[in-house]
């Protein structure tokens, strides 16, 4: 069984205004292990954020402006979760948004839901644990699943952390160790199994290229706020990446 963990960054929160994609990360699992592909684009919007959205994600036009639009990475995408199940956090939200761009095209992919079916991680949390918050931050609290790395919202760090949430709901496996101690140079990251669970958790070692989009990040953020909450933060990452 081959199942992809899906998540999206967008310009606001209805794609029925014509708010558009920004970010896609997907992370490969077969048979429930992970293989190490991973799908991972920043796209030009080709228009403004929504009030609010651009301080989730950090991301800016300026940083979006010379990345692809989604009609030039439209094929490349389908072509990798073609036939896979899609595990997806409200998957009402990002499927409703991947739906619309590929409309966009005029047809010429047909409908996601034509070639893959969905899972709705949202929906099985709500099952397992009804009347309760059961957002990705809330889930990894409580299944034990570490994203303490997490300080903006990232379609493909979050798709990671939704994975481990996912088997942790659908089998009781709390992690699976996602890390990169030999990332290519690329900067995309490798999946490895940990041998023990018992063992020391693993950490997520960062990429240069991730650190790189990460400042640039937070440097927008100063320039529009005149301050960032996550200076302090960054300041310790690097302090412990000297000392390794």
């Keep these: ?29 077969v048979e429930r292990r992970p293989t190490g592909r991973t ?16 301080e989730v994600t950090g991301l800016t036009l300026e940083f979006l402006a010379d990345k692809p639009r989604f009609a030039e990475i439209a094929d490349e995408f389908i072509e990798f979760v073609d036939g896979a199940e899609l595990v997806i956090h ?22 996601l839901r034509d ?7 949202l929906e099985l949390a709500r099952q397992r644990y009804p009347g309760q918050r059961n957002s990705l931050d809330a889930l990894c ?13 990232g379609a493909l760090l979050d798709a990671q952390l939704l994975a481990e949430v996912w088997l942790a709901l659908t089998s009781g ?16 990251g490798r ?3 940990p041998a023990a669970a018992t063992g020391p958790r693993p950490a997520l070692v960062v990429p240069d290229e991730d650190l790189a989009l990460h400042r640039a990040r937070l440097e927008a953020i100063r320039k529009r706020a005149g301050h ?17």
């Design 39 to 54: 799908f991972h684009r920043y796209i030009n919007p080709e228009r403004e954020f929504e009030a609010g959205a651009q």
């Design 1 to 29: 069984m081959r199942h992809i963990v899906l998540d999206t960054e967008t310009t606001g929160l209805e794609w029925r205004k014509d708010n558009r994609i920004v970010e896609i990360g997907c992370v490969e699992l």
């Design 173 to 188: 496996q709390s992690e699976i160790g996602f890390t990169a101690p030999e990332a290519p140079a690329t900067g995309r």
């Design 90 to 111: 409200n998957a009402a939200f990002d499927m409703g948004f991947l739906e619309y761009e590929l409309e966009r095209l005029g047809g010429r992919l047909g409908r």
């Design 141 to 153: 609290r409580r299944l034990g699943v570490d994203n303490s790395h997490r300080q903006l919202h």
């Design 115 to 121: 070639r893959v079916r969905v899972t709705d991680s």
């Design 228 to 244: 960032s909450l996550w200076d302090a933060v960054d300041e310790i990452a690097e302090a412990v990446a000297a000392g390794s």
């Design 191 to 193: 999946v490895v199994v």
